[in-house]
């Protein structure tokens, strides 16, 4: 019911900087979001938090990424986006867009498709 559709990701040299852009959109008058969220996963990891907020702005970050990345979130177009600067080459990975919302009083999550970010040294 909720489709999330990220832009952005690319390859960069190390401290270059990239942008990630993520857009939730639904057919339903209904709907509402607590929280939206970036993970990151690289080859044979497990898929981690990078950095959420929610829709009263309040944020959290992994510790690696702190000073370095920043979560915005606008609530108008249910869109968030996390500005990713000072990169590194092990930020390498696949970043996926993650949305809690409510339709009515019913909960989801999903997840976006994923985009590739490469940090070359």
């Known amino acids: 019911q909720v489709q999330l559709v990220e832009s952005g990701g690319g390859l960069v040299q190390a401290g270059g900087s990239l942008r990630l852009s993520c857009a939730a959109s639904t057919s339903r008058s209904d709907f509402s979001i607590y929280t939206m969220g970036w993970y990151s996963q690289a080859p044979e990891k497990q898929r981690e938090l990078v950095a959420s907020i929610d829709s009263e702005g309040n944020t959290n970050y992994a510790d690696a990424v702190k000073g370095r990345f920043t979560i915005s979130m606008d609530n108008a177009k249910n869109t968030v986006d996390l500005q990713m600067n000072n990169l590194k080459p092990e930020d390498t990975a696949v970043y996926y867009c993650?949305?809690?919302?409510?339709?009515?009083?019913?909960?989801?999550?999903?997840w976006g498709q994923g985009t590739q970010v490469t940090v070359s040294s």
């Open positions: 993650n949305a809690l919302w409510r339709i009515w009083v019913q909960p989801g999550n999903t």
